[in-house]
């Protein structure tokens, strides 16, 4: 019966796709634990720009940010990671595991957790948490649609600050994560 052949090739196409994914994501893992190894521990330009001058962050030997991307699901794993260059220019490493991804800010405060979109959103929020003597975790997301994905799988008391850009992309997503939320 050809739909049954048809049945196996789309399997198989499946079976090769993930395959490769799981790959690329493998090979993205190996380099950023290189990445993160080759790093420094010192300020960097864009903490500066971001009102954190005294924030030590790891600072590759090119100059970039790097914010390790760790696993949700076993934060001791890194999944990848993403640059961000002295102007502020961010990227994520090509064929690395984006959702799923996290990087803790005040980690084992585990009185409650704020879920943020980006690096420099965190420092803020942890930095207005601690003035307000608020022991928690702020938990990075670096995109909107994986703070989404990310808040699933908080236990706990968590909230939300989302990104008040133009799109409403922040506020969507915000809402759809069904936990109390704010914005500036």
Not at 61 to 76: A, E, F, K, Q
Not at 91 to 99: H, I, N, Q, S, V
Request: aromatic share 8%.
């Amino acid at each position: 019966d050809n739909g049954v052949g048809m049945g196996r090739a789309v399997a198989r196409d499946i079976t090769r796709s993930l395959q490769a994914e799981r790959e690329r994501h493998a090979k993205a893992r190996t380099e950023a634990a290189e990445i993160i190894a080759a790093c420094e521990r010192k300020t960097h330009p864009y903490l500066v720009a971001k009102g954190f001058p005294d924030t030590v962050g790891l600072v590759h030997s090119n100059g970039d940010l790097i914010i390790p991307m760790r696993d949700v699901h076993d934060y001791g794993v890194v999944n990848t990671a993403q640059r961000i260059a002295p102007d502020g220019d961010k990227l994520f490493l090509t064929g690395g595991k984006a959702k799923g991804s996290i990087f803790i800010l005040g980690k084992g405060a585990r009185r409650e957790r704020w879920l943020v979109e980006g690096y420099a959103t965190g420092l803020s929020v942890q930095a207005a948490l601690i003035d307000m003597r608020t022991p928690a975790e702020v938990w990075v997301c670096f995109s909107a649609g994986n703070m989404v994905y990310v808040s699933e799988f908080v236990q706990g008391k968590a909230r939300v600050f989302a990104d008040n850009d133009e799109s409403g992309a922040g506020k969507n997503a915000a809402e759809k994560t069904m936990r109390p939320w704010t914005m500036t």
